[in-house]
Nanobody
């Protein structure tokens, strides 16, 4: 089991930046592949980015490449999502996710955080 707690969401103007954090506790952080998802109002949850256990391999949704960057810090048991050049359409609840299998972390991860709200004003 792993518990995930997101933080760092908030209100930002278009063009601004935010960095989300997800602190993991429970079983060994390094055992898990980590990911971020988001859900906009009235839309389905969508994949944002994933990172492997060592941090050496990253997958990012094609539409977000160049603006969003996932990273992890093993010493702090934390995964981050750096979001730059934010747009109003980036508004939504952002969820941290974890799974022991790479094939699942970008689709149906087994563990979820509670989410953090990101609102981008125009």
């Amino acid at each position: 089991q792993v518990q995930l707690v997101e933080s760092g969401g908030g209100l930002v103007q278009a063009g601004g930046s935010l960095r989300l954090s997800c602190a993991a506790s429970g079983r060994t952080f390094s055992s898990y592949y980590m990911g971020w998802f988001r859900q906009a109002p009235g839309k389905e949850r969508e994949f944002v980015a994933a990172i492997n256990r060592s941090g050496g391999m990253i997958s990012t949704a094609a539409s977000l490449k160049g603006r969003f960057t996932i990273s992890r810090d093993g010493a702090k048991n934390t995964v981050y999502l750096q979001m730059n050049s934010l747009k109003p359409e980036d508004t939504g609840v952002y969820y941290c996710a974890a799974d022991p299998a790479w094939v699942r972390v970008s689709g149906t991860p087994g563990y979820w955080g509670q989410g953090t709200q990101v609102t981008v004003s125009s």
